[in-house]
């Protein structure tokens, strides 16, 4: 079975950073783009970055580029999201997904694997 599994959320005083994880079993990644979501309390689910997993090329948000950085490790199947300066606007629950869609208003369909979110929060 496919299933991705974020991980590395939690709590973070503004300014700091955290690096998130989402570990991926069940299938082949070497032709898929994987991409992070954030979902803010009250807010539409929203893309901010994709990978592709076969050639680690990425793709930002321009808000978010410089800040926010995506990698992969083949060998244990994972892909990150290094963020840094977050601040109280990146309080939310990621996801990864196989799925790639830098906007806002993104809502999963029938057939994608996502993971189940990992909560994010800034305090000032």
């Known amino acids: 079975q496919s299933r991705l599994a974020e991980s590395g959320g939690g709590l973070v005083q503004s300014g700091g950073s955290l690096k998130l994880s989402c570990a991926a079993s069940?299938?082949?990644?070497?032709?898929?783009?994987i991409g992070w979501f954030r979902q803010a309390p009250g807010k539409e689910r929203e893309g901010l970055s994709c990978?592709?997993?076969?050639?680690?090329?990425?793709y930002y948000v321009d808000s978010l580029k410089g800040r926010f950085i995506a990698s992969r490790d083949n060998a244990l199947n994972t892909v990150y999201l290094q963020m840094n300066n977050l601040n109280a606007n990146d309080t939310g629950v990621y996801y990864c997904?196989?799925?790639?869609?830098?906007?806002?208003?993104?809502?999963?369909?029938?057939?994608?694997?996502w993971g189940p979110g990992t909560q994010v929060t800034v305090s000032a």
């Open positions: 069940g299938f082949n990644l070497d032709r898929i783009i």
């Open positions: 990978i592709n997993f076969g050639n680690a090329r990425t």
């Open positions: 997904a196989v799925h790639c869609d830098l906007r806002v208003g993104v809502h999963p369909e029938e057939g994608d694997v």
